[in-house]
């Protein structure tokens, strides 16, 4: 068979089918031996990992575009610190969201509990992560934010991975001077050296580092190399993980507020975990939640982090004026803009109106998107009729945002994925990507004290599924192959 190249990789070469197969069962061996595993869905165990899903090449992006994606992060990190030192905008942002919808209730009133009582800790800590996609626009492509993520950025080993995959793949495809061609990704050092460097700001020198985690981490190399990534660049550095449900058990308030686990002082704690109504399983996992938020730790994120990355806050920033409110300078804000595409509010207003008017006259142009994070929540095409007809008058409407459905480029690829036949890892599929982009930004109240752009990650799914969530199954790891033109077989 001829293994098809994206035709920017240009080289078809011809193996047989047998020789195909050796190559893919190498590929994942070489993956799964270098750190690209998951806690395997069907057979799950502790002591066994999968090979994480992957593309068998790498995706074409537009150099210039991925470059602008870079450039952008310190601003778009500075922005998401803004936000989220802006009490009246959080609460005009999420005031009616907050009515209606549970959980943001929550981490709200969480939010305004410590308010209240007077934030314990000026230095704030972000590991955030913008989504993108590439538009087709008449004028050429440009990226358009899909999201950004304050809370359990992961992605930051399996995205270096990505890119170790594809540079193993094109060297035993003899594509040695395509090698170039894949960015470097120092995503994991960039995230574990910013939490580093909020612990020793803490300045305790017996204190640990907290990590927050689900009752079961699927996503454990990711988890667990961001770990020995922190005990390799600071071998003295403990780190400790724990649910929720362990916190409200085990942890305690020292009388100054400090957050003691296993009998340490937490220095920073980091969340992969309680962004899901899934992770509170009742009231000791909000109250272990409130102890962590009042301790002294410094929290990745904060509450305030947290909400900043709400969609409804999202939605609120593309209208007209917000944005420029917090980034003052214009030539910024206006580079930020280009970046956002149509986002609208559905409240029982006019523009609510006119934005449900919109949605049901075109479904298929937009996302319908709940204030969740963690992928499957969004609704698309019918189900965004249905939906909306279903709350047409209820305040329900105001607990989601729709947003403009960006259109990326159609690309070609093979999906390796676990337990998979030959058919399968053999077909070629089309395929969309979406490129993330780490930022990591440390402060103390307003003061910046790092604010970097670190890192990549890039997930495609076929063009048929709405979602891309790579452990939910339908996502697959991918990294970027930089490319100034695009060729003509890409639609
Ligand atoms: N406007 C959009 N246009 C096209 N696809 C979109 C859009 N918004 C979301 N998606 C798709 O749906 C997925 C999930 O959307 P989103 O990131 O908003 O939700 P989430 O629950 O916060 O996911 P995550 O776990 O990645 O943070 C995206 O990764 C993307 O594949
Ligand atoms: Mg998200």
Known sequence: MAVYLNSCISLPINLTDNDFQDLIQKIKDWTIMHGGGMRSKTQFSNDSLTVVPFTLLPSVFPRAEFQKAIAIQPALNELTHRVSNDHEFLFSCLEKTIEVDEFTRNLFKLYETVRNEGFTQRLSLGMLRSDIMQEKEASGDCIKQVEMNTIASGFGWLGIVSGDIHRFVLQQMGLLDKLCVLPKNNALQGLSSAIIKAWELFNEKDSVILVIIEDQSMNICDQRFHEFEITRQKPELHVIRKTLTQISNEANLSNSKDLIVQGKKVAVVYYRAGYSPDHYHGEAEWSARLLIERSTAIKCPNIQYHLAGTKKVQQALATPGTLERFVKDVKKAAEIRTVFTGLYALDLDENGEKAVKMALDAPERFVLKPQREGGGN???????????????????????????????????????????????????????????????ILCDGDNIIINEQVGHMMRTKLTSCNEGGVHAGNGVLDSPFLIDDYPKNIM
């Not at 945002?401 to 690309?411: A, G, R």
């Open 378 to 440: 969004n609704l698309y095409g019918e189900d965004i009729r249905h939906k909306l007809m279903s709350c047409m008058n209820s305040k329900e409407r105001s607990a989601w945002i729709l947003m403009d459905k960006i259109n990326p480029p159609v690309q070609q690829n093979y999906l390796i994925r676990p337990n998979q036949d030959f058919k399968k890892n053999s077909t070629l599929y089309d395929v969309v990507s979406e490129l993330g982009i780490f930022g990591t």
